[in-house]
């Protein structure tokens, strides 16, 4: 018998429900998996299996219920206990949480698979690989302030004693179903302490000592090293500019750089099997370097095609990483998972440091500085990241020190969603940071996509470069970080760069529309905002040296003194300049293309201030024409008072062809001001008889009442010279050192009832004492400002540390380096 229709009608209906219900179950399923993803990973969980008593991981007696911890499990090391890590396992755990102690055996081979990896003070833990999980933390899971009692400690080694170099200890990082992969796989330090240290390298990385000709199967170092072993994965960097269409990252054919396998070792000789497919400068003024990409401590992602992880340390963390690998970590595109990543630290770590570190295939920068102080980074090797590689994240960091760091293949990346300088591209510099008072030295930087370095502050409607930054007495101060100088960047080197050598950036890429020739050019100009250091507090660079890349040096913000440049085999040699309050010394080009020294503001052929060049050497003269000068001049004087002094000009190999001074540029522009701009050389024709080196277009100087001529081939083609005399040599600048060092206790060890203590200092000047308790210390050896330093003290009555440094100018530390005893990291022998 038939059903009612009205039944009917309503069981239709409720059908339709039901799917129409179904459906939108599972389409918000699939819109918010990821957020389901993330929300689960925040959310507290339960731990399979914890530690009762100090004891072995490979022992059931330890653990509760007692047992072995199995794949799968999620363990808690607990509070007051100390677990030793006595394993080698692939059995993938998905957390531990160190809330005591766990240490690494030195004594064997170890490994730890793990989803998530977390050393935290807190009995309750998630799976979230970047949020902390106790009391006291903000809505991103950032600690506010220290935590209270023991310091949960990661022990792989320390300092002192590292693990030895026959055994290996190794972390894999494992994503597992159902974690957030924003966050996890992840090794993340909560206001605890994480020490990674492998056996330690002579060095990690040295220049070539000898040529390495294409096809040959062994290189010659320029020193000898120790802890290198048959096995170890080097690299042979470039030594020319490859040619490509894109990244690097994806012309891989391009690259000049070379991984290899140590097969034998003969006093200072690597041999290796696969034949060399490029040639490696190894003599002269200009070398490739070896790097050693291998350690015996490793942290990795497990997948590095699928998910990878990421390594992080917050504020009140204790601990440091050295002679380290970390391979195939960072996670790309997201922004705070970093293959190494100090959150937020501020000074709160003062006396970490990396050392030695081996930072392979991140996809996400090798170190990142972010909000920190005092950070010591030194001898550490970078090799391919996506997106910078040493990088400085916000504008705040101060007294961080990267010392004798090779950075090589840093990758074009993309912006990072809601990064904090709206104005980083992220295109790919080994070296980039945005506040002037850090110290870098020492370091190489080679085949990086678009600079080996580069600082850049700027300011917009969008972002304010005025930040809370530290001052020497420890308060923040808010300051437009582009008025801090750049306090110490010396015996820097960089090569065979897919664009860029250094770049020092005052807003950025302030260009005008250099098609316009009239009023709106002349608007556009005086529109961009050049605020930067003044002329007592100048930038400064010292000892570069530039090759193989296609821009060289682009000194591109006022107030800037550069003593010591070297420049060879480039298409540009000083580019896009400001010309305002810039000071050259000793400034050696070599084979430098096109525009060997660039007009100010490229081809907008405008500058507002003075310059001075003392010291000008043109190598290889020859190969140029009368467009492309050593020297194209300045067609517009902005300000009125705009001057360009020479002294001490020589070069060589002249040809006839090429003019020293000319009006220049791959396109010659009319000048849209009516004053030019005067090239004066001092005591061109003896002391105090000078050449006067003008324009043809500059008709208020033709008509200044000096006879000018044309004198290839000082001279070209649109300029002329005249001897005039009593002329001045400008002071453009005049520094003055008001800033004390920075100080950092980087070990204490005790030694027969005494506490051996070391640590460094660096400074814009040059450190004159260090005191560790009002005693003197003894420095080992200084150099570009950073002076290594060692004192032995009796073990002190207050249980207390305090270093500090005073400079030759005077200064002295406000802000001393100070250690309680409870956290002086003590290693008895």
Request: net charge neutral; proline share 5%; hydrophobic share 35%.
């Amino acid at each position: 018998m038939p059903r009612p229709r009205p039944i009917r009608r309503a069981l239709a209906g409720l059908l339709f429900a039901l799917v129409a219900l179904v459906a939108c179950a599972l389409q918000t399923t699939a819109v918010r998996a990821q957020a389901g993803a993330a929300a689960h990973a925040h959310a507290h969980v339960n731990f399979n299996v914890r530690s009762v008593k100090d004891g072995n991981w490979s022992d059931p007696k330890t653990w509760s219920p007692e047992r072995i911890p199995v794949a799968g499990d999620r363990v808690l090391v607990a509070r007051e206990t100390k677990v030793l890590y006595d394993v080698k396992s692939e059995a993938v755990l998905r957390l531990v949480q160190i809330v005591g102690s766990l240490t690494f055996a030195r004594d064997r081979d170890t490994q730890l698979s793990v989803g998530v990896l977390k050393v935290q003070n807190s009995d309750e833990c998630s799976e979230s690989g970047f949020a902390c999980d106790f009391a006291g933390i903000n809505a991103a899971g950032e600690p506010q302030g220290p935590r209270q009692g023991t310091m949960p400690t990661l022990e792989i080694g320390t300092l002192d004693k590292p693990i030895p170099a026959e055994h290996t200890a190794r972390i894999r990082l494992h994503f597992l179903e159902g974690m957030d992969p924003n966050d996890a796989p992840a090794l993340v330090c909560c206001s605890a302490r994480m020490e990674l240290h492998g056996a330690p390298l002579s060095r990690t990385w040295v220049k070539l000592g000898e040529n390495a000709a294409v096809g040959t199967t062994s290189v010659v170092l320029s020193e000898p090293v120790t802890g290198w072993k048959v096995g170890d994965e080097i690299i042979v960097t470039a030594s020319k500019k490859g040619s490509r269409s894109g990244s690097y990252r994806d012309d891989g054919e391009k690259l000049g750089t070379e991984p290899r396998r140590i097969g034998k070792i003969d006093g200072q000789t690597i041999h290796f099997e696969q034949p060399l497919t490029a040639e490696h400068y190894g003599s002269g003024e200009f070398r490739s370097e070896v790097a050693n990409l291998s350690r015996n401590v490793i942290v990795e992602s497990a997948d590095p095609k699928g998910v990878r992880g990421h390594a992080m340390y917050h504020a009140y963390s204790q601990g440091g990483v050295s002679y380290a690998r970390l391979a195939h970590l960072g996670k790309e595109g997201v922004l705070g998972r970093y293959a190494l990543h100090f959150h937020l630290v501020g000074d709160t770590m003062r006396g970490s440091q990396v050392l030695g570190a081996a930072i392979v295939d991140s996809h996400n920068r090798w170190i990142t500085i972010h909000g920190t102080e005092y950070l010591v980074v030194r001898d550490c090797v970078g090799y391919q990241s996506v997106g910078h590689g040493y990088f400085m994240e916000d504008g705040t960091e101060v007294y961080n020190l990267l010392d004798r760091n090779l950075g090589v293949q840093a990758y074009n990346g993309k912006k990072l969603p809601k990064q904090v300088l709206p104005f980083d591209p992220n295109d790919g510099a080994a070296f980039w940071w945005s506040n002037g008072r850090n110290t870098l030295v020492r370091n190489v930087a080679c085949e990086n996509d678009e600079y080996g370095f580069r600082y850049d502050m700027q300011h917009s409607k969008y972002f304010s470069s005025k930040l809370p930054i530290r001052q020497p007495d420890g308060k923040a101060a808010e300051v437009d970080v582009r008025t801090i100088p750049i306090w110490r960047f010396e015996d820097n080197e960089s090569h065979s760069e897919g664009v860029y050598g250094l770049v020092v950036a005052c807003n950025g890429n302030s260009q005008p529309d250099t098609v316009i020739r009239d009023q709106r050019l002349l608007d556009q100009i005086k529109a961009i905002d050049w605020t930067g250091p003044d002329v007592s507090h100048p930038h400064v660079i010292r000892n570069m040296k530039i090759w193989d890349a296609h821009y060289a040096f682009r000194p591109h913000s006022p107030s800037m003194l550069m003593e010591n440049i070297r420049i060879h085999r480039v298409a540009y040699g000083i580019y896009r300049p400001t010309f305002d309050n810039q000071v050259f010394r000793n400034l050696r080009l070599s084979s430098a293309g096109g525009e060997p020294f660039n007009r100010g503001m490229d081809d907008a052929s405008a500058q507002a201030g003075k310059i001075t060049v003392d010291g000008l050497t043109i190598d290889n003269f020859a190969g140029g024409n009368q467009l492309h000068p050593v020297v194209h001049m300045s067609d517009n004087n902005l300000s009125g008072v705009a001057e360009c002094h020479f002294r001490n000009v020589t070069w060589s190999n002249a040809d006839g062809k090429r003019p020293v001074f000319n009006r220049g540029g791959s396109t010659r522009v009319d000048p849209f001001v009516s004053q030019g701009v005067p090239y004066y050389i001092h005591d061109y024709y003896g002391p105090g008889r000078h050449a006067k080196v003008v324009s043809t277009k500059a008709a208020d100087l033709l008509a200044d009442g000096n006879k000018y001529r044309q004198e290839p081939p000082l001279t070209g083609d649109e300029s002329v010279v005249a001897e005039v005399a009593s002329v001045e040599w400008p002071a453009l600048l005049s520094p003055v050192d008001d800033q004390p060092p920075a100080t950092i206790i980087t070990q204490v060890r005790r030694e027969e009832g005494k506490l051996i203590v070391t640590g460094v200092s660096h400074d814009n000047g040059r450190i004159a004492a260090v005191k560790v308790n009002g005693q003197a210390a003894t420095i080992a050896n200084q150099s570009a400002g950073v002076a290594d330093w060692q004192i032995e003290l009796a073990l002190p009555a207050s249980g207390k540390l305090a270093a500090l440094a005073a400079d030759e100018a005077g200064n002295v530390e406000k802000t001393p380096h100070e250690m309680a005893a409870g956290v002086v990291k003590v290693a008895a022998r």
